[in-house]
């Protein structure tokens, strides 16, 4: 299996509970490393830009004013099959339909303030992580 990279980000209903030690702490006991990690708070414009692929979408101004509603974890995580893996931990969108032990099964409020987003493919990953990191920001 391929050593992977993925981007994920704690988001403000996380940080607000005090949970991202708990959210690290199910990535690191499942395999996942964290390379780079900052908290920051979005400004509307990046929150913008990085969900612009859900601009059409009827939920996409609401999700950007929670996005930028307190302040959220980036990171990078890099592990054996890290995309799949982080989406695993993550559970379903929907923390109605997440599965025991997940991260939205565990912490999510709801479908928008639902804890962790993650990349949703390799390609998607590379994007989003040169979005906020540079490269010698991570540290394997
Ligand atoms: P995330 O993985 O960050 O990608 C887009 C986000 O939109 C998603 O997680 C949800 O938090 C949020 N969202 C809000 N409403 C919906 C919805 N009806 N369907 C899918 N995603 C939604």
Redesign the pocket.
């Known amino acids: 299996m391929a050593i992977e990279r993925t981007f994920s980000i704690l988001k403000p209903d996380a940080t607000r509970r005090n949970l991202t030690g708990k959210i690290n702490a199910i990535f690191e006991e499942n395999g996942l490393k964290i390379i780079g990690q900052r908290r920051i708070w979005m400004s509307q414009a990046q929150a913008k830009a990085f969900?612009a692929v859900?601009a059409a979408r009827p939920?996409y101004n609401d999700?950007v004013e929670f996005m930028v509603s307190g302040p959220v974890v980036v990171q990078v995580l890099e592990g054996e099959n890290a995309v799949a893996k982080h989406r695993d931990l993550m559970g379903a969108?929907n923390p109605a339909n997440a599965a025991e032990g997940t991260v939205r099964k565990l912490y999510a409020e709801s479908?928008?303030a639902?804890s962790v987003?993650?990349s949703d493919s390799a390609e998607n990953a590379a994007n989003e992580i040169a979005y906020f990191f540079a490269g010698c920001d991570l540290v394997g």
């Open positions: 969900y859900h939920f999700l969108t479908i928008e639902n987003h993650g």
